[in-house]
C-alpha cells in the first residue's frame, strides 16, 4: 500500500562529509545524535531567536533530509548556503523525495506514494499535535517557546550553539515567555487568515491572540492555532473573531 505525500511540504537534502555537522550548527535540535533511519523536528532560527521555519531532519544512508513547508524551504535554503563557507557540504533541492503519512511524518519515493485525499484535516490534526510548519505570513515573527515547540522535540537546550540559541536559552532560564500556544477546535468559523487578531476566553478572563495557523478539520469544525498570554492558564472555551464568538467543541 502506497504512502500519502504530505504536498504542502517539500524537501532538499544535505549530503558530504560536514552536512551532520553543519545542521547540527545551524539548527535547534541535537541532529548528530540520529542514527540511520531517524528523525526529528528542529527550528531554523534569525539570530534573533525568530522561527524562520520548522523543519522536518531525517538521518539516511546518503546524508540528511530536510522538509519544510514549501512556501519556506527555497529561502530557508538560500540563507543556509550563505553559511557553507568551508563545509564539505552539498545542499540540493529534491523532487524524488517526498514526506509521506498517514502512518506518522517520514521520507518517502514521490514516484511510489498517492495523493493525500484530505490534507488539510490531517493539517488540522498536526495543529491538534501543537505542529505549525509556519508559512510566508508567520515566519519570523515568534521565538519557539511562544509556539511550543520544545514541546514537540523541534529545540535541545543541551546541544551547542546556532542561530539565536542565546535567546532561545534566555527565555528559557529566565522565564521571559509571556505569549504560548493556545490551540482550540471551533465550530461554524469561516477560514481564518494567518495573523488575524481573536480574542479567547478561558474562565471569566479574555485575551488578545493572535492566529497562527488554521486548518478546516471537516465541514463543521476549524482547527485554530493561536498565540496569547500564557496567564490565565487552561483551555480556551470561546474564541472571538471579527466581533463574532464561537464556541470551542474541543481543546
Same mark, same amino acid.
Given at each position: 500500500?502506497?504512502?500519502?505525500?504530505? $504536498?504542502?511540504? #517539500?524537501?532538499?537534502?544535505? +549530503? =558530504? %562529509?560536514? *552536512?551532520?555537522?553543519?545542521?547540527?550548527?545551524?539548527?535547534? @535540535?541535537?541532529?548528530?545524535?540520529?542514527?540511520?533511519?531517524?528523525?526529528?523536528?528542529?527550528?531554523?532560527?534569525?539570530?534573533?531567536?525568530?522561527?524562520?521555519?520548522?523543519?522536518?531532519?531525517?538521518?539516511?544512508?546518503?546524508?540528511?533530509?530536510?522538509?519544510?513547508?514549501?512556501?519556506?524551504?527555497?529561502?530557508?535554503?538560500?540563507?543556509?548556503?550563505?553559511?557553507?563557507?568551508?563545509?564539505?557540504?552539498?545542499?540540493?533541492?529534491?523532487?524524488?523525495?517526498?514526506?509521506?503519512? $498517514?502512518?506518522? #511524518?517520514?521520507?518517502?519515493? +514521490? =514516484? %511510489?506514494? *498517492?495523493?493525500?485525499?484530505?490534507?488539510?484535516?490531517?493539517? @488540522?490534526?498536526?495543529?491538534?499535535?501543537?505542529?505549525?510548519?509556519?508559512?510566508?505570513?508567520?515566519?519570523?515573527?515568534?521565538?519557539?517557546?511562544?509556539?511550543?515547540?520544545?514541546?514537540?522535540?523541534?529545540?535541545?537546550?543541551?546541544?551547542?550553539?546556532?542561530?539565536?540559541?542565546?535567546?532561545?536559552?534566555?527565555?528559557?532560564?529566565?522565564?521571559?515567555?509571556?505569549?504560548?500556544?493556545?490551540?482550540?477546535?471551533?465550530?461554524?468559523?469561516?477560514?481564518?487568515?494567518?495573523?488575524?487578531?481573536?480574542?479567547?476566553?478561558?474562565?471569566?478572563?479574555?485575551?488578545? *491572540?493572535?492566529?497562527?495557523?488554521?486548518?478546516?478539520?471537516?465541514?463543521?469544525?476549524?482547527?485554530?492555532?493561536?498565540?496569547?498570554?500564557?496567564?490565565?492558564?487552561?483551555?480556551?472555551?470561546?474564541?472571538?473573531?471579527?466581533?463574532?464568538?464561537?464556541?470551542?467543541?474541543?481543546?
Amino acid at each position: 500500500m502506497s504512502e500519502m505525500v504530505i $504536498p504542502y511540504l #517539500a524537501t532538499a537534502r544535505f +549530503s =558530504g %562529509e560536514d *552536512a551532520g555537522a553543519f545542521l547540527q550548527s545551524q539548527l535547534s @535540535a541535537d541532529v548528530l545524535a540520529l542514527d540511520e533511519g531517524e528523525k526529528t523536528l528542529a527550528c531554523y532560527c534569525t539570530p534573533k531567536g525568530k522561527v524562520l521555519g520548522l523543519l522536518l531532519v531525517g538521518r539516511d544512508e546518503a546524508g540528511y533530509l530536510v522538509a519544510a513547508h514549501h512556501e519556506l524551504l527555497p529561502d530557508i535554503l538560500r540563507r543556509l548556503k550563505m553559511f557553507v563557507l568551508r563545509s564539505r557540504v552539498t545542499i540540493s533541492d529534491t523532487d524524488a523525495v517526498a514526506v509521506t503519512g $498517514p502512518s506518522g #511524518a517520514g521520507f518517502g519515493r +514521490s =514516484g %511510489e506514494a *498517492a495523493a493525500m485525499n484530505n490534507a488539510e484535516a490531517w493539517r @488540522a490534526g498536526e495543529l491538534l499535535s501543537g505542529i505549525t510548519w509556519l508559512n510566508s505570513n508567520s515566519t519570523d515573527s515568534y521565538i519557539p517557546q511562544m509556539l511550543g515547540f520544545e514541546n514537540i522535540g523541534a529545540v535541545s537546550f543541551r546541544k551547542g550553539c546556532y542561530p539565536g540559541q542565546e535567546i532561545v536559552a534566555r527565555a528559557r532560564y529566565l522565564g521571559k515567555v509571556k505569549r504560548k500556544p493556545l490551540i482550540a477546535t471551533i465550530a461554524g468559523a469561516p477560514d481564518l487568515d494567518t495573523g488575524a487578531k481573536a480574542r479567547v476566553r478561558r474562565g471569566e478572563n479574555w485575551s488578545d *491572540a493572535v492566529v497562527v495557523d488554521s486548518a478546516r478539520l471537516d465541514d463543521e469544525h476549524i482547527v485554530v492555532f493561536t498565540v496569547a498570554p500564557g496567564e490565565p492558564e487552561g483551555p480556551a472555551e470561546e474564541v472571538e473573531i471579527d466581533g463574532r464568538s464561537y464556541a470551542c467543541a474541543t481543546t
